[in-house]
């Protein structure tokens, strides 16, 4: 019914020819949805066009709708415009748009920013034809899948599992040395629950219903590098896009995108524990809302953390982060004479450049995941924002809180 419709807003852009936007617009007509607003300007960041849409819409349809302009036009943001959250309106025109319950995660995760079936000249399998079809087929199963859905068990070849191998048997090697305590505890008992081996890359399925008996975490597919804002908010529903397949047989050390090894190897373990959980979730919740600005402040401070964090243990730093425990060459590198830390705070993290390949010049050592999350919470307190969100389990879905009067 139209009532139940509400208002929202799509950005995104095209190239400057006419019929671009056209057919960025079919999808519209397909789905019988009238157009309210539309409004074209000159690109800051390219010789296109970025166009804005306002349209009334229902959560219902709008997954479909934004799946078949994505499939034209690339990357699209979200708003929902002008919306009153329990009566406090937002102090911008649009406040940005974010899920409300675990299936809104259908709109949000298959935003694709980078990787996903379209290889870079600069990527290892870029020339590989074999490679480039099995990257499509992974794709495939991700943007098909819905919330909640059993996700596909997949076969690899032999060749994946080579690499799985490679990776698996240097890595668990140097675990007990430079892994923190509470992945060292987490990652043995992947072998019998979840059927980790060095000859057997583990079921997603499998390994996401394990967590969710643990502490509430599952996993969910998507095709590559998807946008921070929507990636960071499938976190606050415990909720944590994984890739499926893996870096190419050519560099089975590197990988300049996350890929089945990173996740399952450096992310995965430490999703069993409880305060670690608690605190990716908290990152997740801070963002819901938040200006871009800010939301590439958390993006920071998830890489500091939950991708490149060190705890303290004994006096000596252990990696808990996963873009450490799954990279060959780091793990090392960071527990090293050559490493240099600094304590963790979230206004440095925020702060902190960064680059995304090669080895980071500089970490933050954490005391514990719950000192972590402590003054992350704190530090959320910060975030402008008219309201507050919490996590109902019950209902796999946010709870908007609105702000005192002058808070």
Request: charged letters at 20%.
């Amino acid at each position: 019914p139209q009532k139940m419709n509400k208002d929202f807003c799509l950005v995104f852009t095209v190239t400057d020819e006419v019929q671009n936007l056209i057919n960025a617009l079919e999808p519209l007509k397909e789905l019988c949805i009238p157009l309210k607003h539309l409004e074209t300007r000159p690109s800051k960041t390219s010789s296109s066009h970025d166009v804005f849409l306002q349209l009334p819409c229902s959560r219902a349809v709008l997954p479909l709708l934004v799946g078949k302009m994505r499939a034209i036009v690339g990357p699209i943001t979200i708003f929902q415009t002008n919306e009153l959250i329990r009566g406090v309106q937002s102090e911008s025109h649009c406040t940005p748009w974010f899920p409300r319950c675990i299936q809104d995660l259908d709109i949000s995760c298959n935003n694709v920013i980078k990787y996903g079936d379209q290889l870079t000249p600069d990527h290892a399998g870029y020339g590989d034809p074999v490679y480039r079809e099995r990257r499509r087929y992974f794709a495939s199963i991700a943007n098909n899948y819905r919330q909640g859905e059993p996700i596909p068990k997949l076969e690899y070849t032999k060749e994946e599992l080579d690499t799985w191998k490679v990776i698996f048997n240097h890595q668990s090697k140097l675990y007990p040395a430079h892994a923190c305590k509470e992945y060292n505890e987490q990652f043995p008992a992947l072998f019998s629950a979840c059927h980790y081996r060095e000859d057997n890359i583990p079921q997603v399925e499998d390994v996401s219903q394990y967590l969710k008996s643990r502490t509430g975490y599952q996993l969910r597919p998507v095709a590559g590098w998807i946008h921070s804002r929507d990636f960071l908010a499938a976190l606050a529903f415990r909720v944590f896009p994984t890739t499926q397949y893996i870096r190419h047989h050519s560099k089975p050390k590197y990988t300049p995108e996350p890929d089945v090894c990173h996740e399952l190897m450096g992310h995965v373990p430490l999703f069993a524990n409880a305060s670690f959980a608690q605190f990716s979730q908290e990152i997740g919740l801070a963002s819901l809302g938040a200006s871009n600005e800010w939301v590439e402040k958390l993006s920071s401070l998830y890489w500091f953390t939950i991708e490149f964090g060190l705890c303290m243990e004994n006096g000596q730093p252990k990696a808990y982060g996963a873009g450490l425990l799954s990279s060959c060459e780091e793990l090392s590198f960071c527990v090293s004479d050559q490493a240099k830390y600094e304590e963790f705070d979230c206004t440095r993290a925020v702060l902190q450049s960064y680059p995304t390949s090669g080895l980071q010049p500089l970490y933050f050592v954490a005391k514990s995941f719950d000192d972590m999350t402590q003054k992350l919470c704190e530090f959320a307190k910060t975030i402008p924002k008219p309201f507050t969100v919490t996590y109902d389990p019950a209902t796999q879905g946010i709870q908007v809180v609105d702000m005192p009067c002058g808070y």
